[in-house]
């Protein structure tokens, strides 16, 4: 949001840019379909039919592949959900809940309730346009965390950021995310369909058939260079399919949830479950060489291991023997940083395990919590190699220093004044140990505008009279 004050701007401007986005969304689908209705085209006329069989199995591999790929939560039904899952709340106090939020939305559409199994304070929901009669598509997600902790007020203003994405603010291609998926999966299949037919041509006579293909679609999986096409054409599908209004969307789903059921709701529940996630964080970063950057994705990782080639042009017959112990040293260096690497991750996902173990639904603060992040961290360093990464300890801004007049693990009218206070003097102390709060750069990347930020801009609005505590 680079080119709005956020967090200092009035929800309406934020409204205004969301509605300038939704329409290039608009435009871009379009776009998007008339390019695919042009590559089904060519393959019909062009591979079609020499093979038809063997296009549609490529077809139908790259969807199951793309289908297994879209993460969509994962969720016992309320009605089905152990009882310790659920808090203080009765399965139909929720869905009481659920129906009071959809009302004051005017929403019809009631979503299925999932309780997701996690440590994390989450809540998320899924909508999908035109088969939503299919169960899990159709829902609002809840983590145990959210049930203990947040009171009735919280869970509903909680409620209300998810319905405000659900009825509100929803992009094109979350609703239709099942067409999307085939869009791509035809994409992938018509380029893989080039390679497919030279090898025909070059075997001419040879055994042709099911498991040549299946074979050349395994060998070609293996060439960094077929994947730099996909790469190539997914980037394309992604700039006509991204908005780039995702943190005023989220911002704005908060500010509905203000509207409906007061700021300090909202901001209780976002303390609540940033110290959730600050809890989780500690426990990755002590694995991570880089503080808020510890998950180091696959392409990041190979750039590090394979630096700018250097040339070799012009090097002289002499220089021959150093260059192979050179290429030697780096080979070396370069499997000993892999399964560093290897090692690392094996630790965090150990480590995080134990956490989930030792971790109650229980609010606990990242202070309270130290005992046990040392636990999970002891346990993922016992059963791997890999080593611990230590980072200078931060200042943070804790938001449970100000819940002292009326101590109950959520700030009151008075305490949230002095806090709010607090938050707007030290704009360079984190709200939270989290990356996006500590580090700009990922806050910029994130879906989710830093909570600091999603919180002070609730507040500039109230301050201009838009919502009230
Ligand atoms: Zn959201």
């Known amino acids: 949001m680079k080119e709005t004050t956020f967090p200092r701007v009035a929800a309406l401007t934020l409204e ?42 490529g077809f139908a591999i790259a969807l199951l592949w793309l289908w297994l790929q ?56 899924v909508n999908v ?30 409620l209300a950021h998810e319905m405000c994405h659900f009825s509100k603010h929803y992009t094109i291609w979350d609703r239709f995310f099942y067409i999307k998926i085939p869009i791509f999966a035809f994409w992938i299949m018509a380029l893989l369909n080039y390679p ?9 006579g040879e055994t042709r058939g099911f498991w040549y293909y299946v074979w050349w ?24 399919i991204v908005r780039g209004d995702e943190q005023a969307i989220e911002s704005l789903c908060d500010y509905e949830a203000s509207k409906r059921y007061g700021v300090l709701p909202t901001v209780n529940a976002l303390l609540k479950i940033g110290s959730r996630q600050e809890i989780i964080n500690a426990v990755v970063a002590q694995f991570s060489p880089h503080e808020t950057k510890p998950e180091t994705s696959q392409t990041e990782l190979e750039a590090s291991l394979h630096p700018a080639k ?26 000993e940083e892999v399964s560093l690497e290897f090692n690392r ?43 611990r990464y230590q980072h200078k300890k931060r200042k943070l801004l804790r938001w449970q220093a100000f819940d002292n007049i009326f101590v109950n693990q959520k700030l009151e009218a008075e305490e949230y004044t002095n806090f709010i206070d607090a938050l707007k003097s030290n704009p360079s102390k984190p709200l939270f140990y989290l990356a996006e709060e500590i580090d700009e750069e990922v806050a910029d990347e994130d879906v989710h505008p830093p909570l600091s930020k999603r919180i002070l801009f609730l507040e500039y609005n109230r301050e201009h009279g838009a919502l009230s505590l």
């Open 16 to 57: 205004q840019m969301v509605q300038r986005s939704h329409k290039k969304e608009l435009r871009n689908a379009f776009l998007l379909l008339l390019l695919t209705a042009g590559i089904v085209h060519h393959w019909y006329q062009r591979f079609f039919p020499q093979y038809p069989w063997y296009g549609l199995i």
């Open 70 to 125: 879209s993460d969509l939560p994962q969720g016992v039904p309320v009605d089905n959900a152990p009882k310790d899952q659920l808090g203080e709340y009765t399965p139909e106090q929720i869905k009481q809940l659920v129906a009071e939020v959809c009302r004051s939305y005017k929403e019809h559409e009631i979503p299925n309730i999932y309780i997701i199994d996690t440590m994390e304070g989450q809540a998320a929901v």
């Open 129 to 158: 346009d035109g088969l939503n009669f299919i169960k899990p598509w159709n829902a609002v997600y809840l983590s145990p965390y959210i049930l203990y902790n947040l009171d009735p007020d919280e869970l509903k203003s909680v």
């Open 196 to 204: 497919i037919d030279w090898f025909y041509n070059w075997v001419q």
């Open 217 to 240: 679609v395994i060998a070609l999986s293996f060439f960094s260079f077929v994947w730099k096409v996909v790469m190539f054409l997914v980037s394309i599908v992604a700039t006509l």
């Open 310 to 335: 250097e040339s070799t042009e012009g090097a002289s017959e002499s220089d021959q023997e150093v260059k192979i112990k050179h290429v030697d040293h780096t080979k070396k260096a370069e499997d």
């Open 345 to 387: 991750m094996a630790a965090m996902r150990i480590a995080l395990t134990e956490l989930e173990n030792l971790l109650t639904p229980k609010f606990i603060s990242l202070e309270e919590a130290q005992d046990i992040i040392e636990a999970a961290v002891q346990k993922g360093l016992e059963e791997t190699t890999a080593q």
